[in-house]
């Protein structure tokens, strides 16, 4: 027991959570000065930890000290660590002190903020910093929520797309007859992330009918709109019924962006819900240079972007816009005896439970909010276009390099690169880029991760932790380099 039993921690005591709170917080301020000492990908086996660790609870309490020396020495060794400088790997997923603080304040105050009854604050400030959001994106008004539409909080975008699915079968359905389940088919381009897949999987529509249409270099891997046409063509001459079309602005290959105005020209003309999956590149669009890249926006039904990726605002905060809120809510409503109230039965409120897949929500809307304000949209812009001056800065490295090339145009801050091929052998080329990426992965300098695009095996170099610096970006190169030309001379 700590210091006797009359300081056993208690359920919740407000001295106990100062005293402890203060530790934790030291104990994770000391972790981000020491960041860079550790691996930035785990070293570790599979089943490391079942060997460090009991088979069974403890019956009687430890101390705090004992668990953070247990930290120490067992789960940290098993972390990959996402906001080291040195990680280039995935997209980033970004925390700071503000969204820190924001999520302390939300697990202390500890809220389930399912109807607005729960929590008149929580409903009305996601409403609200949604609306900020959307405007600094510059966000049709549809999407606003003084209209028809609005925004939410959802945990990925994984999430939103098969909310946003689900309430595009439910409308067409609706019209149609539920009979026609077999005959509705979804696109997109080879490009889009797997959720959309599982999403299709979940909706229940029919493997034979998700269109996966092919992209290639010479659109820089955005979807064709006269590949669309004709699918869709196709479709509708065999009696099917195309209902979903989703797009991407920064697929995770390779960041491509599809172009938003002509292929929802299509999907409109042929009544089809156009999903906007912006995850990773919508925060770069606050900044006005960068705001093009959505130039269609308007003629999309709904628009995802994850301010847990790279707007400062810790992991979960997918943020979702629809132009239609009813298209949500007659696919989630649910409005059992014991969640009904006054409010909610008059029509007066936002009920976010049924915005979404759960019942239960936390309060996210909080560190948004902390983000928004504490950093102000001017910060942000900047914090943004700092990683793209550092991946300009690999992104001439590499070009500079005979033994490299950028396989893809870099648009955003993540850069395709990979060894040249020696004799024109690609397959000996794609085992080769493998075995570089293995040896600097080993190294523990750094961590990146690879993709495919045409049948290459291309490196991805993703910048966006808030660390980083050009010293690391350089230092990483540094580390590629030298791993390339030990590769090379075997």
């Not at 599982?198 to 998700?210: D, F, M, T, V």
């Amino acid at each position: 027991m700590e210091n006797g039993s009359r300081n056993v921690l208690k359920p919740m005591d407000s001295e106990q959570l100062r005293e402890y709170g203060h530790r934790m917080v030291d104990f994770i301020a000391d972790y981000y000065k020491t960041i860079e000492s550790f691996p930035v990908l785990s070293q570790v086996q599979p089943g490391y930890l079942q060997n460090l660790l009991p088979g069974s609870a403890p019956d009687h309490p430890e101390t705090l000290e004992q668990v953070l020396d247990d930290v120490k020495t067992k789960i940290l060794p098993g972390v990959t660590h996402w906001q080291s400088p040195n990680f280039f790997a995935y997209y980033p997923s970004n925390s700071s002190v503000a969204g820190f603080l924001g999520e302390m304040l939300s697990a202390g105050l500890g809220i389930v903020g399912f109807s607005w009854v729960t929590s008149p604050a929580a409903t009305e400030l996601e409403i609200i910093v949604l609306d900020w959001l959307a405007k600094l994106l510059n966000l049709p008004e549809q999407f606003l929520s003084k209209g028809k539409g609005g925004g939410v909080i959802q945990g990925s975008a994984s999430e939103s797309v098969h909310v946003v699915m689900t309430a595009a079968r439910d409308k067409v359905l609706r019209s149609v007859g539920k009979n026609a389940l077999g005959k509705l088919v979804v696109y997109s381009s080879d490009q889009t992330h797997s959720s959309l897949q599982k999403a299709c999987q979940i909706a229940g529509i029919h493997p034979e009918n998700c269109r996966v249409l092919k992209a290639d270099s010479s659109t820089n891997y955005a979807l064709r709109p006269e590949l669309l046409q004709e699918a869709v063509s196709r479709d509708r001459e065999a009696g099917l019924i195309p209902f979903f079309l989703g797009a991407n602005v920064g697929t995770t290959s390779s960041s491509a962006v599809d172009p938003l105005a002509s292929l929802g020209k299509i999907a409109n003309s042929n009544e089809m819900w156009f999903h906007v999956d912006a995850a990773y590149a919508g925060s770069a669009c606050i900044c006005p240079e960068y705001r093009q890249y959505i130039d269609g926006v308007e003629t999309a039904d709904s628009f995802n972007m994850n301010a847990h990726k790279w707007l400062l605002t810790n992991f979960d905060c997918s943020l979702l816009w629809v132009k239609d809120q009813c298209a949500l809510t007659e696919a989630f409503s649910t409005n059992p005896e014991y969640l009904k109230n006054k409010a909610s039965q008059a029509n007066l409120v936002v009920d976010y439970k049924d915005w979404q897949i759960a019942l239960s929500r936390r309060f996210r809307s909080l560190k948004l909010w902390m983000v928004l304000r504490l950093y102000g949209a001017e910060t942000l812009k900047k914090y943004i276009r700092n990683h793209i001056k550092l991946a300009k800065v690999f992104e001439q490295l590499v070009s500079q390099d005979p033994n490299f090339e950028v396989i893809t145009p870099r648009i955003f801050a993540l850069v395709c690169f990979r060894m040249v091929p020696t004799d024109n052998d690609e397959k000996k080329c794609n085992t080769r880029n493998l075995e570089l990426l293995e040896a600097v992965n080993s190294s523990g300098k750094l961590f990146l991760i690879h993709t495919a695009l045409s049948g290459k095996i291309v490196l991805r170099f993703s910048i966006g932790a808030p660390l980083t610096e050009e010293k690391h970006v350089k230092d990483a190169w540094k580390v590629i380099r030298e791993k390339a030309s030990y590769l090379l001379r075997k």
